[in-house]
């Protein structure tokens, strides 16, 4: 308000304002001022590896996929209110991290708190709580954000230290906050990820009660790029070593 009043109360003697639209034009810019501090902040501890969008996300590597679902989780923030989950399957390289980032940012930029979390950083830090008797201290800490990114699932080692954490997790946050979560193997092989069966459907059975499942059928988006860059390199190469060059 200090900064603005001043350019503020000229414009308002020009076009004859009330003294109660200057005072709520001054009062807009203080609340957008505050507004984009909290969206800074947010994006800042949300900790995303590269500054993704589902607006620069490349589509046409998925033609046969149907982004309205995902488009409606980044437009309407109920399903974090309602403590929903969203799930993304697809192989190594797809863009799941990607459309993970994406989902995420949009809702910090409609007033929610996330947090992005390699599945194997987050287990670790989850352990190294559980060793110092700090475990349900941090699962708390952990409930101020409404989404939870846990990345590349997948990644965990099927070992009962690191999965039986990871199922305090996903059990803490049901009905309470919302996971987003991504896995390049479907639930029928995640016997390969938890250390026993029971621990698997339970931790499926919390994930999939309230849920959007995202299946995405692609081969790895940097495995084609690699192989066109590796196409304009040849071209080029033959280029050069053509008879008219020579």
Request: aromatic content about 8%; hydrophobic content about 40%; some cysteine.
């Amino acid at each position: 308000m200090l900064s603005h009043w001043e350019r503020l109360e000229h414009q308002a003697m020009q076009e004859q304002w009330s003294y109660a639209q200057f005072l709520l034009n001054l009062c807009v810019l203080e609340v957008d001022r505050r507004w984009a501090l909290r969206i800074k902040r947010a994006l800042k501890e949300a900790h995303f590896p590269g500054t993704k969008t589902l607006s620069n996300f490349d589509w046409t590597h998925i033609p046969d996929f149907n982004p309205a679902p995902l488009m409606q989780l980044a437009t309407d923030v109920g399903w974090l209110e309602r403590a929903e989950n969203c799930l993304i399957f697809g192989p190594s390289g797809a863009g799941k991290t990607h459309i993970s980032i994406g989902l995420a940012r949009a809702t910090i930029e409609l007033g929610k708190r996330a947090k992005f979390f390699s599945a194997t950083s987050l287990v670790q830090q989850l352990q190294q709580a559980k060793l110092q008797l700090m475990l349900p201290a941090m699962l708390k800490k952990l409930d101020r954000y409404d989404l939870l990114v846990v990345d590349d699932l997948g990644y965990v080692k099927k070992s009962e230290a690191e999965t039986s954490v990871l199922f305090e997790l996903i059990a803490h946050r049901y009905e309470r906050r919302s996971l987003l979560i991504t896995a390049n193997q479907p639930f029928s092989q995640w016997n390969t990820i938890f250390a026993d069966d029971m621990m698997t459907v339970a931790a499926v059975d919390r994930l999939v009660h309230h849920a959007l499942i995202v299946d995405i059928h692609s081969e790895s988006y940097r495995k084609r790029s690699a192989a066109k860059r590796g196409e304009g390199a040849e071209v080029a190469t033959s280029k050069e070593n053509s008879p008219e060059r020579s």
